[in-house]
């Protein structure tokens, strides 16, 4: 190597900074930041894996607390929802819109939010996904076919199932309740007037099945848009009818 090459390689090293450990905060080190002093310390490998394991779990339930934490707060302030619209039937219900006006400015305000997916394969599903901003989120799903009643057409059907399990999807998430608009009605009464679960529809649907009853006749003689429509306190005679039926082929 000559003079001058040897002269650039002494100023280069002379010049060179050594590379700098990750700055540490004065405050509580981060599960990233405590594997690295770990490391550089001599530590196992494995043993800083099963620390950063351990910390990934403690966070995930740190985070679920605060989820769930929330969403008791958001309803001990949501009220029940106004039956604001009227079906084919004359029977009032609560439309997605009078749910969203009163649920999401509150639960908004305890970092509380909420999507849909929608797959649609022989029935349309729709997940509702609720999540909280400290990571952790709940889903929970419903299915059920287009919605042929009445003049609807093919996109026409889809779209009112679509905002009908997304509507009953968010009530599943936040356990909402709908009321008439008065207030007259005890909660007991509120409760019993609420609409049956997805397991008591497809006990209904299976009944019905069974029975070769005309489905959308049934409904309109019950005064309910769907299946789902039942409510609580209707349950037990829906049942009856359809199991008399049963017996009596």
Do not use: W
Not at 19 to 29: E, I
Not at 61 to 68: G, P
Not at 126 to 136: D, E, R, S
Not at 221 to 249: N, Q, W
């Amino acid at each position: 190597m000559n003079t001058v090459a040897n002269a650039l390689v002494d100023i280069d090293h002379e010049h060179r900074q050594p590379v700098a450990a990750p700055a540490m905060d004065a405050g509580p080190m981060t599960p990233m930041q405590m594997a690295y002093h770990l490391i550089q310390n001599g530590a196992d490998l494995g043993a800083v894996k099963e620390m950063l394991a351990m910390s990934k779990e403690l966070a995930a339930d740190a985070a679920r607390r605060e989820f769930e934490e929330a969403v008791a707060s958001a309803k001990a302030e949501i009220q029940p929802v106004h039956r604001n619209a009227k079906g084919h039937n004359d029977k009032r219900y609560a439309d997605f819109a009078a749910y969203a006006k009163a649920v999401d400015p509150i639960i908004s305000k305890y970092g509380l939010s909420y999507r849909f997916r929608t797959t649609q394969t022989e029935k349309i599903s729709v997940t509702c996904i609720l999540a909280h901003k400290a990571g952790h989120f709940e889903e929970n799903t419903l299915s059920g076919p287009a919605d042929s009643t009445g003049s609807k057409n093919a996109i026409q059907a889809i779209g009112s199932t679509l905002t009908y399990l997304q509507r009953y999807t968010l009530i599943q998430a936040l356990g909402l309740a709908a009321s008439n608009d008065d207030d007259g009605k005890t909660a007991s009464q509120t409760i019993d007037n609420g609409p049956i679960t997805e397991e008591q529809a497809a006990k209904v649907r299976a009944l019905i099945e069974e029975t070769g009853t005309d489905i959308q006749k049934f409904c309109a003689y019950l005064k309910v848009e769907s299946v789902p429509d039942i409510t609580v306190s209707e349950f037990p005679r829906v049942i009856a009818m359809l199991e008399k039926k049963k017996g009596a082929k």
